[in-house]
């Protein structure tokens, strides 16, 4: 998982700490009086300073030279598309580090290397922080305020849709929450046995109708029936369908249009690389996505995808799928994530 992107990152980190940095030149000027002042204990350090401070921190500092490192950060912002980052993700994160490492100083006996990858982490996470939200959190809100939560799932042919569904649901019936499942594909042929497969091992109602029934009209039974009995939450499932197929996407907007869904949510397969970036554009244009999850990141050994579907589209990843079990469902956060690319090997 995300296994080429780490190292690739690590050796960036390697690079950086070999080649980037020059002693600090002298800060030598005439009219400071000169005083006696214990070594700066502060990172940075204080501004007003005496002529042997500046002096003694000229011999105490190494800094970080941006200029040389250029060379290194373009053949990183390949390197790194090579690995499904986007390209203009790549530029972007590339630019960033560089601005976080400028004029950094470094103070002797100070770990290089942590302040450089310091520096790398803040550069993703200003690329990856994007406001977010809960959907248990949601889903016990409505509870609260009597209303059904509705999520409708979308996206392209086996990306994951349905048993992310299952997923969600196992995770909202373990935090004590009612899901109700609708079976609004009835296009593909299996997809409606195979999600009841799912709500009998959850053991979590569903709603189906026949293979061509309209979907958006089972996806309006189940919302009636959740309300009808209390239950909490609806996972509207949907057909696959390639964004340029305009009679799907029409149906897909009426789901919508129907249901009324409070969150409209892509499913994206990791593997797909960049083309989920292109997913995104075309689902949130015809339809609007509210937030993304992204599955199959466990069979992932390039890991850009993550970093590329969450910088560019501006839309919060919810939620990453890690495997096929039901627990195999991972909430996704920014700081947790930079952690396993950046962190020691757990
Ligand atoms: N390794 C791995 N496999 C996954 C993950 N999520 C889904 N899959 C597998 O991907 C395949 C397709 O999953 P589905 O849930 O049927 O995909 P879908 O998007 O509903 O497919 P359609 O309904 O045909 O469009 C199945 O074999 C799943 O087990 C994941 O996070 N990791
Ligand atoms: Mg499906």
Known sequence: MLGRLKKALKNLVNE???SGTKEAPPEVSEEAPP?????????????????????KEAVAYKEIDVKKLEPILEEYVLLLSELDVA?????????????????????RGMDEREVVEKALREAILSL????????VEEAKKARAEGRVLKVMFMGVNGVGKTTTIAKVAYMLKKEGLTPVLAAADTFRAGA?????????R??????????????????????????????????????????????LMNELRKVARVAEPDYKILVLDALTGNDAVEQAKFFDEAVGVDAVILTKVDADAKGGAVLSVASTIKKPVLYLGVGQNYEDLIKFDPKWFVERLLGEEK
């Open 16 to 18: 950086v700490v070999k």
């Open 35 to 55: 005083e006696v002042s214990p070594p700066p204990k502060e990172y940075p350090p204080k501004e007003k300073k005496g002529l042997l401070a500046r002096v």
């Open 87 to 107: 390209y203009e993700v790549a530029e972007e994160l590339m630019e960033q580090f560089k601005k976080k490492l400028a004029g950094v100083k470094i103070r």
């Open 128 to 135: 990856i922080s994007i406001p977010s939200f809960d959907l």
């Open 192 to 200: 409606v046995e195979q999600l009841k497969t799912h709500a009998q």
């Open 202 to 247: 959850l053991g979590v109602p569903i709603i189906t109708k026949p293979y061509g029934s309209d979907p958006a009209s089972v996806a309006y039974d189940a919302i009636e029936y959740a309300k009808a009995r209390g239950f909490s939450v609806v996972l509207i499932d949907t057909a696959g369908r390639m964004h340029v197929d305009a009679d």
